[in-house]
Nanobody, 122 residues
Framework: QVQLVESGGGLVQAGDSLRISCAAS????????MGWFRQTPGKKREFVAA????????YYADSLKGRFTISRDNAKNTVHLQMNTLKPEDTAVYYC???????????????WGQGTQVTVSS
């Protein structure tokens, strides 16, 4: 398995941008497709975006397409999520995950980070 650590979360205002990152260690990073999910208290974890092993293919939740961008740097074992025009409803704990394939279900991923809190104030 791969170990994942998210960073870059924080408190921002509505309309701001924020980039969160996930650093991977352990087995070879480019063996894995990567995904971002988010979760708020009392709600099910929600798919945000996914990226293929090479980074050549990406996949987004329909409601977030155009505002969020996922990218990866296989040389640095990192994956990023650029979030633009943030809204209060984007407030959540954001998790990165690693799996064999790009998927939108959390059970398609084998390894998870501890999460990073993103709070968007109105």
């Amino acid at each position: 398995q791969v170990q994942l650590v998210e960073s870059g979360g924080g408190l921002v205002q509505a309309g701001d941008s924020l980039r969160i990152s996930c650093a991977a260690s352990g087995r070879t990073f480019n063996y894995y497709a990567m995904g971002w999910f988010r979760q708020t208290p009392g709600k099910k974890r929600e798919f945000v975006a996914a990226i293929s092993r090479s980074g050549g293919n990406t996949y987004y939740a329909d409601s977030l397409k155009g505002r969020f961008t996922i990218s990866r740097d296989n040389a640095k074992n990192t994956v990023h999520l650029q979030m633009n025009t943030l809204k209060p409803e984007d407030t959540a704990v954001y998790y990165c995950a690693a799996g064999a394939y790009m998927g939108r279900r959390d059970d398609e991923y084998d390894s998870w980070g501890q999460g990073t809190q993103v709070t968007v104030s109105s």
